[in-house]
């Protein structure tokens, strides 16, 4: 069964240094999201992405984060400058259009030291 | 403020038991989301509904759009079920984002 993938599984970095998470999205799905989940906390929505544009984004989804589809597989996730407030895990996830279920990727657990 | 709220946030049963997960919303939704979080913390998408009732296995979720209430029940829980519950919904403002609750720390005592 198709399934979203995610890498890597964990980061760990150095606060302002700058972190991609890379998503693979199920292939004939057409719209695509970040999510991040703070320890403790509940999962709250960071961007969606359709056509190549943005979507819509969070007001978490400052200048500091940016969305790209290099190719015609991966969705990645760019935080330019980490803060330690940036620790989460952050999952990808897709569905084929607006309305459809959305399916997860397994996360990606960053860590900012 | 738009919102979603799950019920009870613990819940700890014995193997067996009937469960049950409450999840309300504030204003009106296009579609709602039953999703299971492992410790690992991966998320396994269960149901997405936006009226009725659906089943698959031993669990089922039905929607009360007027009331905008959903429920989540396991029958004949087992101990691989403890998990947390997430209740996300696509609010009616034409977009597609999840709002999520908190979710419900289910644990299953064989």
């Known amino acids: 069964e198709p399934e979203v993938t995610q890498t890597p599984s964990h980061q760990v970095t150095q606060m302002g240094q700058e972190v991609i998470l890379r998503c693979v999205p199920i292939s004939n799905h057409l719209y695509f999201y970040w999510y991040r989940q703070i320890l403790g906390q509940k999962v709250e929505f960071l961007v969606s992405f359709y056509n190549n544009e943005i979507s819509e984004k969070s007001e978490i989804f400052d200048d500091q984060f940016s969305v790209e589809r290099p190719d015609g597989s991966n969705f990645t996730l760019k935080i330019r400058s980490t803060k330690l407030e940036d620790s989460a895990m952050y999952f990808c996830?897709?569905?084929?259009?607006?309305?459809?279920?959305?399916?997860f990727g397994p996360g990606t657990r960053l860590t900012v030291l | 403020k738009n919102e979603v709220e799950q019920s009870p946030q613990n819940l700890t049963a014995q193997e067996g038991e009937f469960i049950t997960i409450n999840c309300s919303y504030s204003?009106?939704?296009?579609?709602l989301h039953w999703l299971q979080q492992h410790p690992g913390g991966g998320i396994v998408s269960l149901f997405m509904l936006s009226s009725g009732k659906k089943k698959h296995g031993r669990l089922i979720a039905t929607i009360n759009i007027q009331e905008k209430h959903s429920s989540l029940h396991i029958t004949a829980s087992h101990p691989r079920d403890s998990a947390v519950y997430i209740c996300a919904v696509r609010f009616n403002f034409g977009n597609e984002k999840l709002t999520f609750g908190t979710g419900t720390r289910l644990t299953i005592i064989p």
């Open positions: 204003v009106g939704i296009s579609a």
């Open positions: 996830a897709s569905s084929v259009n607006r309305n459809n279920e959305q399916f």
